[in-house]
C-alpha cells in the first residue's frame, strides 16, 4: 500500500494498565464524545427487541452506556423499563442524561466496569458485553468478575 506507515507496539507495563487506560481510551472518550456520539445513534435491532420482550418494572443496566442511546428503550412501552446508564466518560454521561429528547432526563451513574456500587445481582443483563478496551487479561478477568455479580440471570415467568 503506498503511503501506508507502520503503527509502533506499546509496551505496557504489568503494574501500570489503569495509567495507560486513563491516558488513552478514558481520555480519548472524553475529548471526542461529541462525534462519537453522532457515530452512534442507531440502536442494535436485536436488543431493542429484547428491551420491548422485557415485563413492566423490569431495572437493567447499560454498562458502557456510551450516549445513552439504548435508555429510552423500549419505544412501544415508554416509560415501562428502566435503564440505568454506566460510562467511564462524563462527556458522553452528559450526552447520555437526554437520550430520546423529550426532555427526559435519563438515569446515569459515572463509574468504571470494574466497580462495583451497587447489591449484586441488581440488575438484568440488557446489553453487550462491554469494555474491549480493556488492555491487559487481569483486568478483563475482573471486569468479567464484576459483570457477572453485577447482574440475575433472566428468567421469564
Known amino acids: 500500500m503506498a503511503g501506508a506507515t507502520a ?25 471526542i464524545a461529541p ?5 452512534r445513534y442507531k440502536p442494535w435491532p436485536v436488543i431493542a427487541a429484547f428491551l420491548s420482550s422485557l415485563p413492566t418494572g423490569w431495572v437493567g443496566l ?6 445513552g442511546k439504548y435508555l429510552p428503550l423500549p419505544e412501544d412501552r415508554p416509560g415501562c423499563v428502566l435503564t440505568v446508564g454506566l460510562d467511564r466518560s462524563r462527556n458522553l454521561l452528559q450526552i447520555a442524561r437526554k437520550a ?15 466497580g462495583h ?5 441488581a440488575f438484568v443483563r440488557n446489553n453487550k ?11 478483563i478477568f475482573a471486569g468479567l468478575c464484576n459483570f457477572s455479580r453485577d447482574y440475575t440471570p433472566l428468567v421469564y415467568p
Open 117 to 121: 456500587p451497587w447489591r449484586d445481582g
Open 129 to 139: 458485553s462491554h469494555r474491549n478496551e480493556l488492555n491487559k487479561y487481569t483486568y
Open 62 to 67: 447499560d454498562s458502557g452506556t456510551g450516549n
Open 7 to 31: 503503527v509502533q507496539a506499546v509496551s505496557v507495563s504489568d503494574s501500570q494498565p489503569q495509567n495507560y487506560e486513563d491516558e488513552h481510551v478514558h481520555k480519548v472518550y472524553d475529548e
Open 35 to 39: 462525534h462519537f456520539s453522532l457515530t
Open 100 to 114: 430520546g429528547g423529550e426532555g427526559a432526563v435519563r438515569e446515569v451513574v459515572w463509574g468504571d466496569a470494574l
